[in-house]
């Protein structure tokens, strides 16, 4: 194995593992003492002023993706709520990888936030998160959706190890109210980021078919899972792990960086009677 492959997995092993791992099994018991010493704590959150303002206030994850959901648990906002959009994703693949994947993340963010924002009972979202991951096939061009069947699984597995290298596409979206409240109401920033992975060219259609008959790929665009058993799939990747995984954190924590300064805008469009000034 690589030394890359190796720090791979690795860095697999750390950003999917739960919270505690439990000890590995002894042939003799394990004290107290010696079990709490076993399990490693997650650290403490970052102390940034953005993510210090937000803890106490509604953040919104559009998707149900648990991998996602797992992976922004580590910026340490305990009010996040997990509310998938209902937008259909219905989107021409016409458009080229880098335009779909950013117009279906926008789609997935104004749905939430115009079903929420006007939410009484809990009140307006300060922050609503969404994003969208798309596999491309480097040789056609073409935009990987989930395996349809068993026999496609294995087809569009071994086309990904042929060709050797393809990209995977995450768009972010974030949404936040204006302070101010003028048109339109809300800021909004959007980025792409793009990871290059390659296969193993000595992986076999033996293990292939094994790889897909534990199904752990079955609901995966791209037919595959890099935080899981999928990993003995990849020789290498150039870029973000987590955005193959669903969710870059690096550019997430970046992004509700911007758009929660630009959505603090008050005090740049107020005059001195408080009136909103013209742009």
């Known amino acids: 194995m690589t030394d890359s492959k190796e720090a791979l ?38 102390n940034l002023p953005i993510l210090n303002s937000l ?27 997990i509310i998938p959009s209902n937008a259909e994703e219905d989107l021409p693949k016409s458009l080229g990888p880098l335009e779909y994947v950013l117009a279906t993340a926008t789609k997935k963010a104004e749905a939430v936030y115009a079903q929420e924002i006007n939410n009484e009972a809990k009140g307006e979202p300060a922050l609503i998160l969404a994003a969208d991951t798309v596999v491309v096939d480097p040789s056609t061009g073409t935009i990987l959706e ?100 669903g969710l870059p954190l690096k550019a997430t924590l970046k992004i509700i960086e911007t758009v929660m300064e630009k959505a603090d805008d008050e005090d740049a469009f107020s005059g001195d009677d408080g009136e909103i000034e013209d742009e």
């Open 55 to 81: 803890r106490s206030r509604r953040v919104i994850l559009a998707s149900q993706s648990p991998r996602r959901k797992h992976i922004m648990s580590f910026l340490g906002l305990p009010n996040i709520e």
């Open 9 to 46: 997995l690795s860095h697999m092993e750390n950003i999917d593992a739960p919270e505690s791992d439990p000890p590995p099994a002894y042939d003799k018991p394990i004290s107290k003492a010696n079990r709490a010493s076993l399990l490693l704590p997650r650290p403490p959150p970052l």
């Open 146 to 245: 989930k395996p349809r069947s068993e026999a496609h699984h294995v087809a569009m597995l071994r086309s990904l190890r042929d060709v050797g290298n393809h990209k995977v596409y995450t768009a972010l979206v974030a949404m936040a109210p204006l302070a101010s409240a003028r048109d339109p109401g809300y800021a909004v920033e959007s980025m792409v980021e793009e990871t290059l992975v390659q296969f193993d060219g000595d992986v076999t259609d033996e293990l292939i078919l094994a790889y897909v008959r534990t199904r752990e790929g079955a609901d995966k665009a791209g037919g595959y899972g890099l935080q899981g058993l999928g990993s003995i799939l990849i020789e290498k990747i150039e870029g973000s792990a987590d955005n193959v995984i």
